[in-house]
C-alpha cells in the first residue's frame, strides 16, 4: 500500500523560502500522478501544484505561479514542494496526494486517493 509523508514545514518570516518533501513508500511513486495541496481546518483543500506521471507536466494555482516550484526525484521516490516568497496568509497545512489513473494531473482534491499526514507551514514575523 501506498504511504507518504511530508517534511519541511515550519516557521518562516515572510517573503521567506521552504522546501517541502513527500516521500513515498510501499509504491514507486513514478506511477503516480503528485499533487499538492493546503487546507485551514474548516476550509475547502486548495490544489496548489501537481506534477505528472506520464512526462512531468507541471500545473499549478495562479495564486503561486512564478513562486512556487514541483520536481520529483524518483530515485529518492520523493516530490518537492519549492516555496518562494511565502505570505503570512499562506500559513496552513500543506499535504501532499497521490492519483494514479488520469493521463494528466489536475489540482481537483477530490481526484486523488493516497494522502500525507500534513506538515504545518507557518509564515509570520
Known amino acids: 500500500q501506498l504511504q507518504l509523508v511530508e517534511s519541511g514545514g515550519g516557521l518562516v518570516q515572510p517573503g521567506g523560502s521552504l522546501r517541502l518533501s513527500c516521500v513515498a513508500s510501499g509504491y514507486s511513486l513514478g506511477y503516480y500522478n503528485i499533487g499538492w495541496f493546503r487546507r485551514v481546518p474548516g476550509k475547502e483543500r486548495e490544489g496548489i501544484s501537481c506534477?505528472?506521471?506520464?512526462?512531468?507536466?507541471?500545473n499549478y494555482a495562479d495564486s503561486v505561479k512564478g513562486r512556487f516550484t514541483i520536481s520529483r526525484d524518483n530515485a529518492k521516490n520523493t516530490v518537492y514542494l519549492q516555496m518562494n516568497n511565502l505570505e503570512p496568509e499562506e500559513t496552513d497545512n500543506y499535504y501532499c496526494a497521490a492519483q494514479l489513473t488520469m493521463r494528466r494531473c489536475v489540482l481537483g482534491a477530490s481526484l486523488y486517493d493516497t494522502w500525507g499526514q500534513g506538515n504545518q507551514v507557518t509564515v509570520a514575523s
Open positions: 506534477i505528472s506521471n506520464s512526462d512531468d507536466t507541471t
